[in-house]
């Protein structure tokens, strides 16, 4: 199956861009009655990947401490189903920053099973807000270093 | 079957006590991949109903407005399943509160599927506590009284 | 905000061609540590309403009874986040079918709150494949029908 | 608080007897509104660790493959909270056989924080059913021993 994918020009070079994995196993109550992975759960493995990456990257002082106005939020989510995932399985969870604006990025997401095959991809728009006035909140050049990697 | 229940005395009479009756609808991704509802679901569908049963006994302001300095705290909880359940069906969430204590209260559940089978059973501790202090408040005779109904 | 959504061209249009429209209640487990709904869970209303949706069309015996070898499977799943959701919330949320393909169709999702608010909005693919070969099979005429809701 | 519990007799003592742990780390979408761990979560814990569990007894070819004619069905679950769990808290959740019967056996539970506070307890019973009558089926001496390690 050749599918395209608005979110990705040429997937090759996309899926090498991957440097963070989280490891997630698909639990017993995650699958349905249709025997495989229930379809509504990689976008609870994507929120799980996400908040490790920004852990890793060190924003999770930065962003979910609360300490500070600054709030990520997540815009829009939406994955692709490539393969059947199944109790058991051990998937690993590849998260990046494709693109970097103002106040938004957007994060791109990436399931493999054991055996290599890509299982689901998917992308989702972070944008940072302050949580008082509700209002896009620019990064600062300190976050968007972290958001790229740069600093590590 | 005949199971016995370390919480009922009289199968029978306990039965006849529900009053109030929630109604739930088993959905697709509830359900695991032995085809039925998945074990964990009932204690979700007994925190949806008792919450509903708060609020027709007038203690949705009192306990989770966050107004008040009490609330309400799950101690335990536990389930006997008696019938599997499947995807689809409505099933009926009978709550009530069994026995009042001065702090605390014991809150029994059932489930009934459409053609009034037994499917699930249960019960749960919920204790009344200072947010600040994390101690045992008692009830005020007002929250005793809704919570055994009297006042409606 | 004035956001644009790439599978909407007129968004005043695109929202009153929703007929069919499912009722759901926010569960307090559904609900985050931020405090409003996690955003995982849309996509749990999306497949609940979907298949209330073609229970209605007719199609619940022909897709979901396992009697048949066509199948309806999920291509992929999007969803955007307009507002803040919050505990004990009753949104509706429509279901249409946007366009319909051979063998597969586009189904899109509306999530409204009580005061007429859309706090989110999605949509997804539908494919229908034989559960034997794993390959797509092109509707039959009565399916499509039912899809489009001609025949009722 | 010094809590009793009707499935314990000597705390310490039944403590100790957990050589099995298996290791949860808490999602973010696994808290509620009141910002912590919602108390239906510990259940599906229990579950993913009572499977990690019989695999690594041996039994997860001889129940879990769909092969055998036997398999294992919760009668009942039931859980104690003893302490608050928060957002991103790693969990250990010990598991062991507390009693062994002729078609059943009591599976107790306990989760850990890292710094070593037990937070929530509970219990199961496992019964061995066969898949064609639905009737109680004894366990071979082999599984027996499984259930109670003495093979390993």
Known sequence: MV???????????WEKEFNFL???KVRFGETDMFGHLNNTVPFVYF??????FLA?????????SGKSEA????????????EQVFFGETLSIGVK????????????????TENGKVCFIGRGTLVQISSKTGKAEPFT????????GESI
Do not use: M, N
């Open 22 to 24: 989280h490891s997630v």
């Open 71 to 82: 709030i990520p939020v997540v815009a829009d989510l939406q994955c692709d189903f490539l």
């Open 3 to 13: 599918r395209e994918f608005s979110y990705i020009t040429d997937f090759e070079q």
């Open 47 to 52: 929120e799980e990947a996400r908040i490790e």
């Open 97 to 112: 920053v494709d693109s970097l604006g103002r106040s938004s990025c957007d994060i791109h997401y990436k399931g493999t």
């Open 56 to 64: 890793e990257r060190g924003l999770k002082d930065e962003w979910l």
């Open 141 to 148: 050049s300190s976050v968007k270093e972290k958001l790229l």
